[in-house]
């Protein structure tokens, strides 16, 4: 069953016509939450479905504005309403209303696309993320058209650049110009008409005038060969135009009778050449600080054999790794990843360094470190960026370790006999989805002789061979277990070198970070 409702606004009550279409099997439910919206500001025109079939017909029939979903529905689930609508190829947000959905399902959620989720009984929520993902939603609508327009523009352009942007003119013996392109005013400000009879050279700028007729001479000597010339112009504004020449001696065909050159102007390129050159010392530059911001050497702990690396993907990456000192001074192992790659990420990345370094500096609990963190980054990033993050503490008096995760890939306690002993899973949401999140410490794990801590990001996992073939967790474990017997950091590069052989040095698409550490 579905139904639909519409009011016309009452002039001038400066409610908004908001189209929502509601995946809900209650249809008091679908009208608490129209009833909601309305009392928000909204002025609802819904239509509630509540199977596949149903939700297809609607997107084909009208221009819904945002989603609201339940998660279970006796046919249908948020997760198959979310893959109907990337099958339409719509920008409809999404969000989840469910009566009770745990973190785990509620991040594997939004990785699949949902753009939020609200709990029923928590709805106060519903009218401020509604209106920030219909403002979302025409920024990115605006963005689309910005990139249509883009690709069309440059395809004018190309297409200007490849028939009509280089000046064809013809000269004779002596440089005067016998003919010239229209180009000529767009590139030069001079008309076609106003250089006929003038000399060509004589709009080279000074320093290269002497120069360029010298090579134009030698040229004429190449009877029916090509030679290219080099140089400065000066448009009629004043500003130079660096203009690659290409010319044909052509004064002995009767037909043309002249020399034929082709002027293009290259100012633009070599500024993006230079432009370029910089940005990759900047990369460079900022690549060095990053480098600098991971810890130089392990801590010396009592019992303990640690080491960690990290290898960029990009110039500069999202991966995080630090050891931490809490305020009861013991160590904390630290590791993270920023979504995206390059200078954003690092961005962040170091930002949340120095978040935790001054969080855990005067606080010993982890939960409180991650609840605060989450807090400020959510305060630094926008919808599209997170952090996950997992903090692991030692106690090495009592030989034992907790953890708290902020949906990080999970760690592993290998066993002296190399089976998992413990795996350290999230306790709580990346940092900066959720405000508010809270984040548990696990239970204490204790640690015996010859057990190996595995920390890692999910850069190593997702690595593929070039027949699209997962690196994987075991892979992983198998490498550790294989080179127990070696030094933490002999331990780490030995997983990033089994990394490389499986890739066959294919280039890095993400980054890769890990931690080792053994109980001796």
Aim: proline share 4%; hydrophobic share 40%; glycine share 8%.
């Amino acid at each position: 069953m579905s139904g639909t409702t519409t009011q016309p606004n009452p002039p001038g009550d400066g409610k908004r016509t908001l189209r929502v279409l509601v995946v809900e099997d209650s249809e008091f439910d679908a009208r608490m939450l129209v009833g909601l919206l309305r009392a928000g500001g909204f002025e609802p025109e819904f239509e509630r479905v509540e199977t596949a079939g149903a939700m297809r017909t609607a997107l084909g029939q009208a221009q819904w504005e945002v989603i609201l979903a339940d998660y279970n529905l006796p046919k249908f689930s948020a997760p198959e309403a979310l893959e109907v609508l990337q099958e339409s190829q719509l920008d409809i947000p999404f969000i989840i209303v469910s009566g009770g959905i745990g973190e785990d399902t509620a991040v594997a959620a939004m990785k699949s696309g949902a753009h939020d989720y609200l709990m029923k009984g928590n709805l106060a929520r519903l009218v401020p993320a509604v209106e920030r993902e219909l403002r979302e939603a025409a920024v990115r609508t605006s963005r689309r058209q910005t990139v249509k327009d883009l690709r069309e523009s440059e395809l004018r352009h190309r297409s200007l650049i490849e028939n009509t942007s280089d000046i064809i003119a013809v000269l004779d013996c002596r440089g005067m110009i016998q003919f010239a392109s229209p180009a000529c005013e767009r590139v030069l400000g001079r008309s076609a008409e106003s250089l006929v009879d003038t000399d060509w050279f004589a709009l080279a700028h000074d320093e290269d005038q002497e120069r360029l007729r010298a090579e134009f001479g030698q040229g004429l000597g190449r009877d029916g060969k090509q030679f290219v010339i080099e140089g400065r112009f000066t448009a009629a504004d004043g500003s130079e135009r660096v203009m690659d020449t290409t010319a044909v001696n052509l004064l002995a065909d009767e037909a043309i009778a002249g020399v034929v050159v082709n002027a293009r102007d290259i100012t633009e390129r070599l500024k993006e050449q230079s432009a370029m050159l910089e940005s990759e010392e900047q990369f460079r530059v900022a690549r060095e600080i990053q480098q600098r911001l991971f810890p130089r050497k392990a801590p010396e702990l009592e019992g303990f054999d640690i080491a960690g690396a990290s290898k960029p993907a990009a110039a500069t990456g999202g991966d995080y790794f630090d050891y931490l000192t809490t305020s009861d001074n013991q160590l904390a192992l630290a590791i993270g990843d920023v979504s995206g790659h390059g200078i954003g990420p690092a961005m962040l990345m170091a930002e949340t360094r120095a978040y935790l370094r001054l969080l855990a500096r005067n606080r010993n609990d982890l939960s409180l470190i991650l609840t605060r963190a989450n807090t400020m980054v959510g305060e630094d990033v926008g919808k599209e960026r997170f952090v996950t993050m997992l903090l692991v503490k030692i106690d090495p008096g009592k030989r034992s370790l907790v953890h708290a995760s902020a949906g990080h890939t999970p760690a592993f306690v290998l066993g002296p006999d190399g089976e998992v002993k413990s795996e350290l899973r999230r306790t709580g949401m990346p940092l900066g989805v959720m405000p508010g999140a809270e984040y548990n410490v696990s239970r204490q794990i204790r640690l015996a002789k010859g057990d190996v801590l595995v920390l890692l990001t999910d850069g190593l996992e997702e690595t593929v061979n070039p027949e699209g073939e997962l690196f994987g967790t075991d892979r992983i474990l198998e490498s550790v277990n294989n080179h127990r017997d070696l030094k933490a950091a002999k331990i780490v590069k030995s997983v990033f070198d089994a990394l490389e052989d499986f890739s066959e040095n294919a280039e890095q698409v993400d980054d890769l970070t890990m931690i080792v550490a053994k109980a001796k």
